[in-house]
């Protein structure tokens, strides 16, 4: 699923581009999609249980096939309407599918190292999927010349591959139903003050990462004026290394204090998106920009897993749907000022983008005193009670 995904998005801003819409329609368009699809999350959180998400993981990836079949054969037919709406279905698909597929695999296993193992994997298969867009573009094989349409057939290849495997995983273990839990999940987050402020982060941090880094693929084209497959080898080669700082991160660089991890994740983003801003200077830009890109995938399991799993099991799709319909609303805004920002000159993206860190950064070191606060408080309470236990076994004996 992610090669497929990863080989279309990469190029799907290019293929509009290609096919006559300007980046001020790409980024609306990009941003209506995204609010779609939140309207389409916060549908399943209401019809579908964990027992029924095997069927309808299937049935999204039909119909995201069908869905890509018709763009394939809209290229250049200068039908906007219709490319218009299949965009924005495919934008609500892909989404639909990522936010179902860790509740699934929690009916199985539930753990941090599960949940940054299961987004390092999307991590690594989407940039392979780049890296196959990006040897092929432009060249010519069997004596097909590859456009971003081939790219999207390719793709569709791929898709094809991930529906019969998804058509033949048995999800034999039953779990409660999640029904109960349906109108209650805004009120279960808001009596946990850590849920709470973890989703108000999630909500800033989507702003700010789509702001900066929304159009990124246009921002290589036309303001460093890469040609299609040097910005595409750049993402994968960035791409590659930031899967592997993942793994190491997750495997042996997570450091015992959370507050540098933070500070490594964010803080150095921020003073180079501040660089950035002030100096409007390409090579510096550049910098932020692959900073950035690298440490994307590294500890998941400090910034997101325990969160995550901090969920009770009959909460845990409709909070994933929850999650995911905050992050997508942040998406679109960002993706929104993206846009707005591209026009107005490339140093703005990263300005707006430092701006919504601040309030990031410091919901993040907020999160962690709040959650080491919350353990030390359990460790005292059940260090009373032992003590407890032990003075009234001590006065029975006397």
Excluded at 247 to 262: E, F, M, Q, R, V
Aim: net charge positive.
């Amino acid at each position: 699923m992610s090669l497929s995904i990863g080989l279309w998005e990469n190029f799907r801003q290019l293929w509009l581009e290609d096919n006559g819409f300007s980046v001020r329609q790409i980024s609306n368009i990009t941003s209506i999609g995204t609010f779609v699809s939140v309207l389409g999350i916060l549908l399943v959180s209401q019809k579908v249980t964990l027992n029924k998400l095997k069927g309808f993981i299937s049935f999204t990836i039909v119909i995201k096939f069908l869905n890509l079949v018709l763009l394939y054969y809209l290229n250049h037919t200068l039908k906007k309407f219709s490319i218009n709406l299949l965009i924005v279905i495919d934008l609500t698909t892909s989404y639909l599918i990522t936010t179902s597929i860790y509740p699934l695999i929690t009916i199985f296993v539930k753990n941090n190292t599960i949940y940054s193992k299961r987004k390092l994997t999307e991590y690594l298969f989407r940039d392979v999927g780049i890296l196959v867009g990006g040897f092929l573009i432009g060249k010519s094989v069997v004596g097909v010349f590859v456009t971003y349409n081939v790219c999207l057939y390719i793709s569709i290849v791929f898709l094809v591959g991930a529906m019969l495997i998804m058509f033949n995983i048995k999800s034999c273990k039953k779990v409660q139903s999640n029904s109960a839990s349906k109108a209650s999940i805004v009120k279960y987050v808001m009596k946990n003050n850590i849920l709470k402020t973890y989703c108000i982060y999630t909500f800033i941090g989507s702003i700010a990462m789509a702001t900066g880094l929304g159009l990124k693929m246009l921002v290589l084209t036309n303001y460093f004026s890469f040609s299609e497959a040097v910005a595409t080898n750049y993402l994968v080669i960035v791409g590659l290394v930031c899967d592997l700082i993942g793994i190491l991160a997750l495997k042996y660089l997570t450091p015992k204090n959370d507050y540098i991890t933070i500070t490594i994740k964010f803080c150095i983003r921020f003073l180079l998106y501040i660089l950035a801003f002030f100096t409007d200077n390409l090579f510096v830009t550049i910098i932020a920009i692959t900073w950035s890109l690298l440490i994307g995938a590294a500890y998941e399991n400090i910034c997101d897993g325990y969160y995550i799993n901090s969920v009770e099991i009959n909460y845990q799709l409709t909070f994933t749907n929850f999650r995911y319909i905050i992050r997508y609303i942040g998406e679109a805004i960002g993706m929104f000022f993206c846009g707005l920002m591209y026009e107005k000159g490339l140093k703005y993206m990263f300005g707006l983008s430092a701006f919504f860190m601040i309030f990031q950064i410091t919901l993040a070191y907020r999160l962690i005193y709040m959650r080491k606060h919350k353990i030390g408080d359990i460790v005292k309470k059940e260090q009373k009670n032992v003590l407890k236990e032990y003075n009234q076994r001590k006065n029975r004996f006397c």
